[in-house]
DNA sequence: TACTGTGTTGCGTTATTTGCAACGCGGCGA
DNA sequence: TCGCCGCGTTGCAAATAACGCAACACAGTA
């Protein structure tokens, strides 16, 4: 019975709703069932009644909510006290990442951290996610959110907190672009990859991805704009310039996501593996590691 | 941080000794180590100052030592809690075991269990281990703490909870059969194993495997007596009749043990897997599903 | 009747935890 | 002073436990 345990369970008693619980804290329905099956094992009786349309909460339930409450107090005050004890960390550490990265994950990991930590200051910097690990080598930043390179440099620390897929998009609105594939496709017709422009990343390893995927599939795409940031590529795409690869985070956190639609593309670009890395000097800085360890355990992985 | 991980901390915030916390717990000290490092890493300040000659809380480790029993103290009473509630368990199961495994496996498991369920009556039955599972089949238990057979009855459910060697033994007194055996030792002899008087289990997995590794040896054993019960061997042995085969387990529980010696044998018989067995059919009862689930969970498995 | 939304389950994969053995280090007796 | 012993830690291989995906079962809905 663990911390992380009820803390799902307190959400699901709340939310009573597999998915949504699921979402928050980043698994997957199914490994909430599992967790909760494993806590009423080892409570030895059923915590919640559900079937498919309805999900309850049990009188033993219920005690079991109280408890997971006020267990989980006392580990929140133990972590309280412990702050200010030896060592009340201050300071600043600095964080870079992209506006995607900022919204989606950042968010989950701060919140915990600013609990844990208040006197700590964080200077957030965004800007292109391939910058990233530049930052890092260079000194800029203590900390970046940053898709794992291929390569990853033997001085740097890298912990992955989730992955996504590339995807290409096109525009969902009436436009040349559009219209070009959608004939092909309800044709069933192979795309005509040299005829679209192509909106893509100045640099980075999206860039670095679509290039090896062009070369094997002896495609010489029209490149019609190279821009840094995949957030404009969003842009671009849903103002129907033309087709562009983002990795899906950046998607589902665009305000413009109904502008654009997936292209379901064969094969696959591979997927970034999203997370934080910072160099294994700085980490040696107290500060730094607090929020490496508090980071690490807050947001859990998805696979 | 789990309640296991609590219970481990606790216990050696007190021993202040990760061989004899592992040894309660039932895992190596290395286990402990990364426990507790793990801990720390969580609570993000160390708990135990340690080097090579002592173990000593730090202040920090205090303050987490007093949360940690309050903690296990609201599990503790939440598990009370539920017990009267829906289905204040009552009634009486049969567990056959051996005399050994009572003292040391089954008291293990029996002490959580009477608190969780002090309404079950427990029905101790003891005796020689080989006819554990047949008691099962019988339907004369509903448990058993035995050897698992090469092969199960599809019948039965097993879980294994430690492993024993099974080890040669031979007298430690003066007496013909230490002296033979201790002149051919120290000349670095080939063992007379035909002149060596054998006392082997009656029936049961240590006598096939015995028998079988006298066939693969080529041997033709002197058998001096069939006893039933490896605590019977161990006594014969001690009093110097000739030289047996017992798992480790019996041996180490044996007020004998000084009595006797082991006997380096090469290659070494297959070890014992020794775990508790229920027929499913049995383990629909609640009591003895309770029973079940209750010993695989307090009861840590070692490898 | 097909479809959508929801919780569960089989299966293969991945991450985490463990034991063993080797190590480093400090005390103790010869 | 040297070798030995006890104790905590660490590298490595192996086993366990947890997960995601996809398929499924079921009930409400269009």
């Not at 530049?134 to 620390?157: F, M, V």
Request: hydrophobic fraction near 40%.
């Amino acid at each position: 019975m663990d911390t992380r345990q009820l803390q799902l369970f307190l959400h699901l008693s709340t939310s009573l709703h597999f998915g949504q619980t699921g979402e928050a804290l980043h698994m997957s329905a199914s490994a909430v069932s599992r967790s909760i099956k494993r806590m009423e094992e080892e409570v030895g009786q059923r915590l919640l009644e559900r079937d498919n349309r309805s999900v309850r909460l049990t009188e033993v339930g219920r005690q079991f909510q109280t408890y997971a409450r006020q267990s989980m107090g006392q580990w929140q005050s133990f972590s309280e006290s412990i702050k200010q004890g030896a060592e009340g960390l201050e300071g600043e550490i600095s964080v870079f990442c992209s506006v995607t990265a900022a919204y989606s994950i950042l968010s989950d990991v701060l919140e915990p951290f600013r609990r844990r930590y208040p006197d700590i200051e964080i200077k957030l910097r965004t800007g292109d996610q391939a910058d990233g690990i530049a930052h890092l080598l260079n000194g800029e930043d203590d900390i970046a959110i940053a898709a794992r390179p291929d390569k990853l440099s033997s001085r740097l620390q890298f912990f992955t907190l989730t992955h996504s897929p590339l995807l290409f998009i096109y525009p969902a609105i009436h436009c040349s672009v559009e219209g070009n594939i959608q004939s092909h496709l309800s044709s069933g017709a192979e795309l005509p990859w040299q005829e679209i422009p192509f909106i893509v990343s100045e640099r980075g390893l999206a860039r670095t991805r679509l290039d090896q995927w062009f070369r094997s599939q002896g495609i010489r795409p029209d490149i019609y704009a190279q821009v840094s940031g995949h957030e404009a590529i969003v842009s671009m795409v849903g103002l129907g310039f033309g087709v562009g690869v983002v990795p899906e985070l950046v998607l589902v956190n665009s305000p413009l996501k109904d502008k654009v639609q997936v292209l379901d593309v064969q094969p696959p670009l591979v997927p970034f593996a999203v997370g934080m890395s910072a160099s294994a000097q700085r980490l040696e800085n107290p500060l730094v590691k607090a929020f490496w360890e508090c980071a690490k355990s807050s947001y859990r992985r998805d696979f």
